[in-house]
T-cell receptor, first 114, second 116 residues
Framework: AQTVTQSQPEMSVQEAETVTLSCTYD???????LFWYKQPPSRQMILVIR??????QNATENRFSVNFQKAAKSFSLKISDSQLGDAAMYFC???????????FGTGTRLQVTL | EAEVAQSPRYKITEKSQAVAFWCDPI?????LYWYRQILGQGPELLVQ????????DSQLPKDRFSAERLKGVDSTLKIQPAELGDSAMYLC??????????????FGPGTRLTVL
């Protein structure tokens, strides 16, 4: 079965510090795309960042960056200069070249403290 | 900024009753998804539409769930009869097209269903 594993149910970071959320995945496809989605409390899920598997360069979006290790099937998210508004559930997900549906992990709840 | 609309936001029902959820995707988005998110888990796809056609409903419990997108715009997801295990958040998402699997999926706020 194709799966996504997020081994950290909860993480905490102080404001302005850096935190890394872990994700591993398992797919037999060679063509796939990886995503991090953020789900704030009582608000809709939004895309944070995405990575095409065929690209070696790690994606970055402002304070968010990924560490994509294709051989290890690892896709971690680094949040720099954490802000209170970063507090949310973060989901790692992927989609393959043969289907556009997203397969999600179980999520990591991120707390940001003062 | 255009958003995916869903209603109702919250629904409480008793088991064996029928419930229906509505989703209006972003204008022009051909692909519509219904996901179910059980508490403490990530969303799982129930059904995917391309325009008015079902592309994937392999995880939809067809004995009690039905979904339609008659004119290829808004969509309705129905459960009849509801069971206790159906309590979850039902999320609708849309994307512009399926020819590009990297196309971003935009999610609505969800409908939280509680079955008593």
């Amino acid at each position: 079965a194709q799966t996504v594993t997020q081994s950290q149910p909860e993480m905490s970071v102080q404001e302005a510090e850096t935190v890394t959320l872990s994700c591993t995945y398992d797919t037999s496809e060679s063509d796939y795309y990886l995503f991090w989605y953020k789900q704030p409390p009582s608000r809709q899920m939004i895309l944070v960042i995405r990575q095409e598997a065929y690209k070696q360069q790690n994606a970055t979006e402002n304070r968010f960056s990924v560490n994509f290790q294709k051989a290890a099937k690892s896709f971690s998210l680094k949040i720099s200069d954490s802000q209170l508004g970063d507090a949310a559930m973060y989901f790692c997900a992927y989609t393959t070249g043969t289907a556009s549906k997203l397969t999600f992990g179980t999520g990591t709840r991120l707390q940001v403290t003062l | 900024e255009a958003e995916v609309a869903q209603s109702p936001r919250y629904k409480i029902t008793e088991k064996s009753q029928a419930v229906a959820f509505w989703c209006d995707p972003i204008s022009g988005h051909a692909t519509l998804y219904w996901y179910r998110q059980i508490l403490g888990q990530g969303p799982e796809l129930l059904v995917q539409f391309q325009d008015e056609s079902v592309v994937d409903d392999s995880q939809l419990p067809k004995d009690r769930f039905s979904a339609e997108r008659l004119k290829g715009v808004d969509s309705t997801l129905k459960i009849q009869p509801a069971e206790l295990g159906d309590s979850a958040m039902y999320l609708c998402a849309s994307s512009h097209r399926t020819s590009d699997v990297t196309d971003t999926q935009y999610f609505g706020p969800g409908t939280r269903l509680t079955v008593l």
